[in-house]
């Protein structure tokens, strides 16, 4: 819980997809509330959307560890920066985030739920 922890609120992973790889599955699928991503996918794709420095990510408590730690759960509380030509609108944004982990240990599973419709 403690690399999770930091992923999000040192390195803001949700608006840079830096985080620490060594703790994620390679074949690990990221799904949000509009569509499943596999690992290679989702970095690019995050990198190229949002502009990381005008980006915030707040951690609303604490990461959770349910189901004898199978899973990894937190609440988040974010504003987006859009990459576009000339102009970063942004848009706030707030949610769950619940981590599936496999035998291994290793993160098979990321479901961003938004509290927004």
Excluded: M
Aim: glycine fraction near 6%; proline fraction near 3%.
């Amino acid at each position: 819980a403690k690399l999770v922890r930091d992923d999000i609120v040192q390195r803001q992973f949700l608006a840079t997809a830096d985080f620490t790889p060594d703790i994620y599955d390679d074949a690990c699928t990221f799904t949000d509330e509009i569509d499943t991503y596999p690992l290679e996918k989702f970095i690019k794709g995050t990198k190229a959307l949002f502009v990381g420095s005008e980006s915030r990510v707040n951690l609303v408590g604490d990461v959770e560890a349910l189901d004898d730690g199978k899973r990894l759960q937190f609440r988040f509380d974010e504003e987006l920066a859009f990459n576009f030509p000339f102009v970063h609108p942004k848009v706030s944004l707030s949610g769950t985030c619940t981590l599936t982990r496999g035998d291994d240990g290793l993160i098979t599973a990321y479901r961003e739920k938004w509290d927004q419709a």
